[in-house]
């Protein structure tokens, strides 16, 4: 898929363009709070929007699927503070499981 | 025997490399199920090396195939925008100039920087950085290649779970920030606009307009008497 490579190299220097920009703004302009703030506001909202976007999105419909168990588990583990890797894991197999045994969608 | 500081920032730097890099796996897995080639996802990990911003480029284009790539490439941007704030704070401790400023730049991202700011003198400040972007990112890209290689093997990506996965993989990342009820209600509101307009827009395209918006609101509502109970209940 070639077209994909516009993906990884226009958006790898997209995300490098901020990182070197933070490098060249000099340090009396660049330490403004609010802004700081808002960055942190951003991330939170666009993670989220990610979120619930990966876990009930289908085509351009909401559905309820495999996934809603699956992400259960996942948030159950990441309050007990279970590891990253721990819980995408088991989120995979609660999906997987439910889908060969129980034939769910 | 005690450590000595130098120590501990060395062992530190690179427990926190191998623990973020173990997520490496994850997203190998999923970019290649998505779609990426191998070449492309190890790319990933090489150049864009913010993780964030590589699990949406995968995500998106998992969900939507080639018409995911411009909203692909605008939600990997938004969500490297932290980095540069890390970048201006870096600045000023790190006292880099011409090539290592772009090495400095490459290795800018949220641990590097945490593990930096952390430290008590400015000497520790700099190691921390250091020895913690090095040993993410080697360990990042080592597994990110394990990762791949087991995502393009696994066939089917919903037979295994993977799309279960990836919406655990963002629960996973936005879960550390959930700390006050202002992050909790944007959040939410993040959630909720995004999957309204996902009738209505192109694929890719309501998490770039719905996040924003939601930030908005927020401000919006600060002027308001029900703002003023979100910023009493969070100074975050």
């Known amino acids: 898929m070639p077209s994909y490579w516009i993906a990884v190299l226009v958006g790898s220097i997209a995300v490098f363009s901020w990182k070197i920009l933070g490098y060249l703004v000099p340090a009396r302009i660049a330490n403004h709070k609010e802004v700081v703030i808002l960055a942190g506001k951003l991330t939170v909202a666009l993670l989220a929007a990610l979120t619930a976007v990966e876990s009930l999105v289908s085509g351009h419909g909401v559905v309820l699927d495999s996934r809603i168990p699956a992400i259960l588990v996942a948030a159950v583990l990441f309050w007990r503070k279970a590891p990253f890797v721990v819980a995408v894991a088991l989120a995979a197999a609660t999906a997987a499981l439910l889908r060969h045994f129980l034939g769910w969608a | ?236």
């Open chain 2, 1 to 236: 025997m005690p450590k000595s500081p130098k120590s501990a920032v060395l062992s530190t730097g690179i427990g926190v490399g191998l623990a973020v890099g173990l997520y490496g796996i994850s997203f190998g897995a999923l970019s290649a199920a998505a779609g990426l080639s191998l070449a492309q996802t190890q790319v990933l990990s090489l150049l864009m090396f913010s993780g964030g911003s590589q699990f949406a480029v995968a995500g998106v284009i998992a969900a939507s195939g080639p018409a995911g790539i411009v909203p692909a490439i605008l939600s990997a941007w938004l969500l490297g925008i932290r980095n540069g704030f890390y970048a201006l704070r870096l600045n000023g401790v790190l006292g880099v100039t011409g090539v290592l400023k772009v090495v400095a730049s490459q290795l800018t991202i949220d641990e590097s920087n945490a593990v930096s700011a952390a430290q008590d003198n400015t000497e520790d400040s700099k190691r921390g950085f250091w020895i913690t972007g090095i040993s993410v990112f080697v360990f990042w890209n080592l597994f990110t290649f394990v990762g791949a290689y087991l995502g393009s093997k696994a066939g089917s990506p919903n037979t295994w779970g993977l799309d279960a996965a990836a919406a655990a993989a963002f629960l996973g990342l936005v879960w550390p920030r959930l700390k006050g009820l202002q992050s909790n209600f944007i959040a939410v509101t993040a959630a909720v606009f995004t999957l309204l307009l996902v009738p209505v827009l192109p694929s890719g395209i309501p998490v770039i307009v719905g996040a924003p918006v939601a930030v908005g609101l927020v401000y919006i509502l600060k002027r308001t008497r029900i703002g003023a109970r979100l910023k009493e209940a969070d100074h975050a």
